[in-house]
Protein backbone atom coordinates (compact mmCIF):
# COMPACT_ATOMS: atom_id res chain seq x y z
CA UNK A 1 0.00 0.00 0.00
CA UNK A 2 1.69 3.45 -0.84
CA UNK A 3 2.22 5.84 1.78
CA UNK A 4 -0.38 8.39 -0.14
CA UNK A 5 -3.30 5.40 0.86
CA UNK A 6 -2.50 4.66 4.02
CA UNK A 7 -2.39 8.85 4.97
CA UNK A 8 -5.77 9.26 3.11
CA UNK A 9 -6.87 6.53 4.96
CA UNK A 10 -5.68 7.59 8.52
CA UNK A 11 -6.83 11.36 7.65
CA UNK A 12 -10.43 9.70 6.99
CA UNK A 13 -10.69 7.74 9.75
CA UNK A 14 -9.72 11.27 12.04
CA UNK A 15 -12.62 13.08 10.22
CA UNK A 16 -15.10 9.90 10.88
CA UNK A 17 -14.13 9.94 14.64
CA UNK A 18 -14.34 13.67 14.61
CA UNK A 19 -17.64 13.65 13.11
CA UNK A 20 -18.97 11.07 15.93
CA UNK A 21 -17.46 12.67 18.91
CA UNK A 22 -19.05 16.37 17.45
CA UNK A 23 -22.27 14.05 17.25
CA UNK A 24 -22.10 12.95 20.98
CA UNK A 25 -21.64 16.20 22.43
CA UNK A 26 -24.37 17.91 20.21
CA UNK A 27 -26.24 14.74 22.13
CA UNK A 28 -25.21 15.30 24.84
CA UNK A 29 -26.38 18.98 25.19
CA UNK A 30 -29.56 18.46 24.21
CA UNK A 31 -30.09 15.83 26.30
CA UNK A 32 -28.99 17.94 29.24
CA UNK A 33 -31.02 20.98 28.32
CA UNK A 34 -33.90 18.33 28.54
CA UNK A 35 -33.54 16.55 30.77
CA UNK A 36 -32.29 18.08 33.63
CA UNK A 37 -33.90 21.28 35.12
CA UNK A 38 -32.29 20.94 38.66
CA UNK A 39 -28.74 19.96 39.29
CA UNK A 40 -27.82 17.46 42.41
CA UNK A 41 -25.40 15.03 43.56
CA UNK A 42 -27.56 12.30 41.79
CA UNK A 43 -29.61 11.43 38.94
CA UNK A 44 -32.96 10.39 39.57
CA UNK A 45 -34.80 7.71 38.05
CA UNK A 46 -36.58 9.87 36.25
CA UNK A 47 -33.73 11.94 34.82
CA UNK A 48 -32.45 8.79 33.82
CA UNK A 49 -35.52 7.34 31.88
CA UNK A 50 -35.66 11.00 30.44
CA UNK A 51 -32.16 10.78 28.79
CA UNK A 52 -32.55 6.92 28.04
CA UNK A 53 -35.33 8.43 26.23
CA UNK A 54 -34.08 11.24 24.43
CA UNK A 55 -30.76 9.35 23.03
CA UNK A 56 -33.48 6.76 22.12
CA UNK A 57 -35.13 9.20 19.82
CA UNK A 58 -32.16 10.65 18.38
CA UNK A 59 -30.69 7.63 17.38
CA UNK A 60 -34.10 6.82 15.80
CA UNK A 61 -34.07 10.30 14.31
CA UNK A 62 -30.49 9.67 12.47
CA UNK A 63 -30.89 6.66 11.21
CA UNK A 64 -34.41 7.31 9.76
CA UNK A 65 -32.56 10.39 7.86
CA UNK A 66 -29.80 8.44 7.25
CA UNK A 67 -32.28 5.64 5.58
CA UNK A 68 -34.03 8.76 3.43
CA UNK A 69 -31.53 10.15 2.12
CA UNK A 70 -29.47 6.58 1.25
CA UNK A 71 -33.12 5.99 -0.56
CA UNK A 72 -33.21 9.38 -2.25
CA UNK A 73 -29.59 8.56 -3.75
CA UNK A 74 -30.89 5.37 -5.47
CA UNK A 75 -34.41 6.94 -6.73
CA UNK A 76 -33.60 10.41 -8.01
CA UNK A 77 -37.07 11.80 -8.66
CA UNK A 78 -38.97 10.74 -5.61
CA UNK A 79 -38.58 13.56 -2.45
CA UNK A 80 -35.76 12.77 0.08
CA UNK A 81 -38.72 13.30 2.99
CA UNK A 82 -42.29 11.87 0.78
Known amino acids: MSQDRI ?3 FIQSEQEKQKFQATVNE ?27 CVDRFIDTTNFVANRIQRSAFSPTSSTFD
Open 27 to 53: LTEECFDICITAPGNKLGSSVEQCIKN
Open 7 to 9: LQQ
